[in-house]
C-alpha cells in the first residue's frame, strides 16, 4: 500500500517549456488535490477533483492544467512554463471531499523553471 | 471563503519545553480541524485532528484544543523533543460548499525549532 505516488521527484524546466505532473493513489479515495507550496505561504490549492470525471478551480489555477484520468490518477499540466511556477508541488487525496476526513499526501514535485 | 491565519510563524523552545501554536478561522460552519506536521524534504503528515463537536483531544504529548464561540483552536506540545522540530500547518474545513465542495483552507505554518 504506497499512498500517493508522485512523479518525477525533481525537475528542472526553462522558460516556456511544458511538462506533466503525474500522481497515483491506491487507497480508493474519491477526491484528489493539486497544491504548491512555496517559502512562507502554507499550501495553495491549485485544482481538485471533487470526484472521478469532476475537477474545479482552486486559489492558484493561472497556468495550470489538470485532468483526472480515472478514480487512482490526477495529473497537472504546465503548459508553458514561468519561472514564478519555481514551487513544491504536492498531490493529495482523500475519502470524499464532504466528510471530516483527513488529506494524505504525496512526497511532492520539486520543480525549477530557469 | 475561510480565512485560517495561524501564530507564531516561528516557535524555539528548549528541549522538555511546552509548545503551543494558535490557529483562527472566520467561517462560524467550519466543523474540522486537522493538524499536520511536515519535517524538511518530507510531505505534511496529519498528526491529531478535531471535529466541531469536540473542545479538546489528546494523544500522548500533542493536544488540540476548540473554541467555536471564539473561532480558534490550538496545537499544543509538552515535553518537547528534537523530532519535534518541523513546521506544523493548521487547517479548517466549512460545513457549507463552496461551489460544490468543501475544501479544507490551511495556515502559513509554524516552524518549530527545538534545541537540546
Known amino acids: 500500500n504506497a499512498g500517493v505516488t508522485q512523479t518525477p521527484k525533481f525537475q528542472v524546466l526553462k522558460t516556456g517549456q511544458s511538462m506533466t505532473l503525474q500522481c497515483a493513489q491506491d487507497?480508493?479515495?474519491?477526491?484528489m488535490y493539486w497544491y504548491r507550496q512555496d517559502p512562507g505561504m502554507g499550501l495553495r490549492l491549485i485544482y481538485y477533483s471533487a470526484s472521478e470525471g469532476t475537477t474545479d478551480k482552486g486559489e492558484v489555477p493561472n497556468g495550470y492544467n489538470v485532468s483526472r484520468l480515472n478514480k487512482r490518477e490526477f495529473s497537472l499540466r504546465l503548459e508553458s512554463a514561468a519561472p514564478s511556477q519555481t514551487s513544491v508541488y504536492f498531490c493529495?487525496?482523500?475519502?470524499?471531499?464532504?466528510?471530516?476526513?483527513?488529506?494524505?499526501f504525496g512526497d511532492g514535485t520539486r520543480l525549477s523553471i530557469l | 471563503g475561510e480565512n485560517v491565519e495561524q501564530h507564531p510563524s516561528t516557535l524555539s523552545v528548549q528541549e522538555g519545553d511546552s509548545a503551543v501554536i494558535k490557529c483562527t478561522y472566520s467561517?462560524?460552519?467550519?466543523?474540522?480541524f486537522p493538524w499536520y506536521k511536515q519535517e524538511l524534504g518530507k510531505r505534511p503528515q496529519l498528526i491529531i485532528d478535531?471535529?466541531?463537536?469536540?473542545g479538546e483531544k489528546k494523544d500522548q504529548r500533542i493536544a488540540v484544543t476548540l473554541n467555536k464561540t471564539a473561532k480558534h483552536f490550538s496545537l499544543h506540545i509538552t515535553e518537547t523533543q528534537p523530532e519535534d522540530s518541523a513546521v506544523y500547518f493548521c487547517?479548517?474545513?466549512?460545513?457549507?460548499?463552496?461551489?460544490?465542495?468543501?475544501?479544507?483552507?490551511f495556515g502559513r505554518g509554524t516552524s518549530l525549532i527545538v534545541h537540546p
Open positions: 467561517d462560524s460552519a467550519s466543523n474540522y
Open positions: 487507497m480508493n479515495h474519491n477526491s
Open positions: 487547517a479548517a474545513r466549512s460545513g457549507h460548499a463552496s461551489g460544490g465542495s468543501y475544501i479544507p483552507t
Open positions: 493529495a487525496s482523500s475519502v470524499d471531499n464532504y466528510s471530516n476526513q483527513p488529506q494524505h
Open positions: 478535531i471535529r466541531s463537536n469536540v
